[in-house]
Structures are given as structure tokens and as C-alpha cells.
């Protein structure tokens, strides 16, 4: 799994941010999930506050050519890995976050190999008409015409 989120637009903007959806990405799968494992909720600014880190953890977007060496960011972001490895037994929790950028309400997951949901309803993005109409009518994003004609 590539992008999660508690809603398809949020998980939308998350892989498209550029809103622009092409014929090549047709063929990505949308899965919804069942169930959700406990997870590192990373979505309070206070947990983000008392752990010293910023929006750049949540988005992954890291300006390598104007960050300082060491990158405070990056040196907490290891510290925090090394503590949930040990706190979750060696196998890494899902990780909920939200980007300053996401509506409040938005939320993201990052699933790694030792989560297990299943999937409910399954299907390939250019089959999800609904949802690809709601993202050219609301959220600004462009798609091929003939998946929503």
C-alpha cells in the first residue's frame, strides 16, 4: 500500500499533488480497508510539539539542498524509529499522520509489512467514477474525460 487515508480524496491529494491524474495511473488499485490496527498517531501538533518535530514528518518532503547538517528533523526522526522499533517489539506500528495542508478532519496512514488489514472493496482508480468526479467537481484535481464521461 502506497497511501492511506480516512477518506479516497484525502489519500488523492496525498499521491496526486500536483491534482493531476493521467491515463498511466488508471490502472493503481483502491482498496477499502475493514479495519484499522492500533497505530503512532502523529496527528496532534502537541505530539508533534513534544517530540520536536515539524509538518516535513508527515509529508516526507525534506528541501535536502537548504537543510543543515545534521538536519535536527532527521536526527529526531531516527531517535523516534529506534524507540517505536523497540516499544512495538521490533515490528513497526502503522503510523497516522496529517499534513498541515490536509483538511482537519484528513488523516493518512503508513502501513509496513507487519499490518494486516483487509480489504472490503476493491477496485482500479479509473473504474472509480464517483470518486473521480468528486475530484475534478470539488477538489480541483484533472482526469482523463472518458472515465467520468
Same mark, same amino acid.
Given at each position: 500500500m502506497r497511501y492511506g487515508a480516512n477518506r479516497p480524496a484525502t489519500a488523492a491529494r496525498e499521491l496526486f499533488a500536483t491534482r493531476n491524474i493521467t491515463e498511466a495511473d488508471g490502472e493503481l488499485w483502491l482498496v477499502a480497508l475493514d479495519s484499522f490496527p492500533s497505530a503512532l498517531n502523529l496527528t496532534r501538533q502537541g505530539n508533534l510539539d513534544a517530540l520536536g518535530l515539524d509538518d516535513r514528518v508527515s509529508t516526507g518532503r525534506i528541501d535536502t539542498d537548504q537543510r543543515r547538517d545534521p538536519d535536527p528533523l532527521l536526527e529526531t526522526c531516527g531517535q523516534l524509529s529506534d524507540?517505536?522499533?523497540?516499544?512495538?517489539?521490533?515490528?513497526?506500528?502503522?503510523?497516522?499522520?496529517?499534513? +498541515?495542508?490536509?483538511?482537519?478532519?484528513? +488523516?493518512?496512514?503508513?502501513?509496513? +509489512?507487519?499490518?494486516?488489514? +483487509?480489504?472490503?472493496?476493491?477496485?482500479?482508480?479509473?473504474?472509480a467514477v464517483a470518486l473521480l468526479s468528486y475530484l475534478v467537481l470539488r477538489a480541483g484535481f484533472t482526469v482523463p474525460l472518458e472515465w467520468i464521461a
Open positions: 524507540a517505536v522499533f523497540d516499544w512495538w517489539g521490533g515490528s513497526l506500528p502503522p503510523l497516522l499522520y496529517r499534513a +498541515r495542508t490536509m483538511p482537519a478532519t484528513g +488523516r493518512s496512514i503508513a502501513l509496513g +509489512r507487519w499490518a494486516s488489514p +483487509r480489504g472490503t472493496k476493491v477496485g482500479q482508480l479509473h473504474e
